[in-house]
């Protein structure tokens, strides 16, 4: 049972041969642009590795790297053969090398395709690298004279500051946690009051960083309705905010040059068919019929993994044989 | 005696118009630097108008934007020109037009000169501009009900924190200035009104600073206030105090940085006039040698061109007595169109004037 089978005559294959040409150098420039946006991710990524407990979410940008390096092979080869294609004393020499080819394609479309669907769906998993690295570096703040943790009050400071946010928790969470030294049980100096770095510079007034809960503390203050004194926005909203909206571009960034490789590997499929019913004939203009598969899906799927699993089993059963030969001349006294 | 007399074969001729060509293209793409680059100046400045007194210094981004525009529209139809020089009968299309354009060239070229020169020699304007906007910026600061300076905290605080610097001079110029709104004083507190009554204007000052002029890199929670008493703070060294606020003065951050965006815009001006004079100097040659050819008439002989045709002083002198003569084109005297031998001329004045003489 053929799929989507497909008449070409050959105006048709020409015009198929050039568009291809055309396609697959457009797919290399989009294969690049993957890279490029795999390193410009992974850049970001690690502009702010302190502050995230685990590079899970490094997956992403690694996987963009590598699918876009591998797109460019896959595209430069698309090229060669569509130029080949329609010289039939040239094509046959492609014969042997197009089916592993258009496995390796399809696995690295595949791949694509899972690197946006991860873009969207590492969410998760970065909020609670965030969160945990956050907390790590709010507690490791005053630890300025320690090494290893000296310049977190740097980094968190400069975060506040270039994301306009505050600690993790809103100021509402801040009421509920805080208190004075005295009644502090694990012997914290704990205050409520902000660094410098919390600071909004779009209040009308000077900045209140001390005795924030106290109303009495300051003239003409009401800590409950204050909005514009110090950034509301918690670090870790903002940060998972940016990183998902950068993510977000590239993944749809990343879905269109799929969209575009998997129709480069389609249009090969149909042209290489084409080509291959007018191989020995005389008459090089005939019309031909191009197909996708040339059985049903299942069956081409169990065909290309057929050879997989006969190298893993042929192992297998060779060590069962030697086995079984050993045993003979054992067994026999 | 001819400055620069370079002869010219046929095949010569060909190259020099097609390499001015080329040449002018390429002169259209740095007009289009040249427009860039003063767009991208005029946007720096303007993202920190508020703190300049007079938006005097905006005449260097407006002249690079001109002259920018200008080195477009002109090697565009240099280019045109040049490719039509190759061919003596296309030349003469053009021939009437080769001597202005040459001029329009020079001036222009002179402009950019001019353009790169300004660039330089800004950083005085700009040091007092900057002086009196962020002294006037500092004293409103903390105006932020009144219309027209209610953004100057904003705008000041964000100054601070992206140029790492505080005050104008220092830190300390903010002990000179009340910033701090009446609205957030209390009044009714002895600790203000005392402090009030202590100043000779009767303005709130402290020696404290805003939150904007904190530095991240110090080791412990920002000191903003009771600068002037370091004992008043836990274990506040010289070391501490040094790292607590950002220790440059706003003007020379500023200073510095429109300071490092000139000079490098200036330098590629530079670079850019350089290549307009080649282009010049190619296209005035190329316009004598083609003069020279229909002068002589057969377009397969050789040619001379030249920068000057006189000397320099010669040519000087010819301009200025062109430029003299300019407004007495109507005199009878020197018209030649009139066949009017000079001495009848002469003795027909005389003998009115006698006339004249005897009637009166």
Redesign the interface.
Known sequence: MVVMKMKFPFQKRVKLAQGLWLLSWCATVAGATTFTLGCLLKTELRRRAEVMDNTDIHVVPNTLMIVGLASLGINYFASKICQDALDAGRFPRWKNFLKPYFAVSCFFTVLMLLSVIMSYAMKGSLESSLKAGLRNGIRFYKD??TPGR?FQ??NI??LQ?EFRVLWKQRLQGLICSFSRVKSNVDGRYLVDGV???C?N??S????I?YHLTNNSA???YDYLTEELNIYLRGCREALVHYYMGLMNTIGAGVLSIFILQGSVLVSLRFLQTAMEAVAGKENTEIETEGYLLEKGVKDTIMEYLDPVLKFFLLKNGGKVEEGAAADKPAAVP | MSVGKVTFTKVEREKLAEVLWLLNWISVVTGAILLGMGLFLKMEIQKWQEVMSEQGVLYVPHMLITTGLAACGINFLGGKICLDCADTNKFLRWKLVMMPYVICTFFFTACILAGALMCYNIRSELEESLFLGLRYSMLYYKD??TPGR?YL??ML??LQ?HFQCCGNTGYKDWFQIQ???Y????LR?MAVVDRLRNNVEGKFLMDSV???C?S??S????I?QQLNRPLAHFNFDQQSQHLNLWRKGCRQALLDHYTIIMQSISLIVLLIWLFELLVLTGVRYLQTAMENVIRVGDPESESEGWILENSLAETARSNFNIIKNLGKCYQVDNDPNINVPAMIAEQEIHSEQVQVQRTS
Do not use: A, E, G
Request: net charge positive; proline share 16%.
């Open positions: 300025t004279d000296c009050k740097q400071d400069r500051m660094p410098f770095s600071c510079p779009r009308p007034r000077p900045c960083q300051h003239y003409n | 932020t009900d209610c905290k904003r605080d964000l924190i910033w701090i709104s609205r957030y004083l209390d507190s805003p939150f904007s904190c991240p890199l080791p412990r929670p920002c903003q």
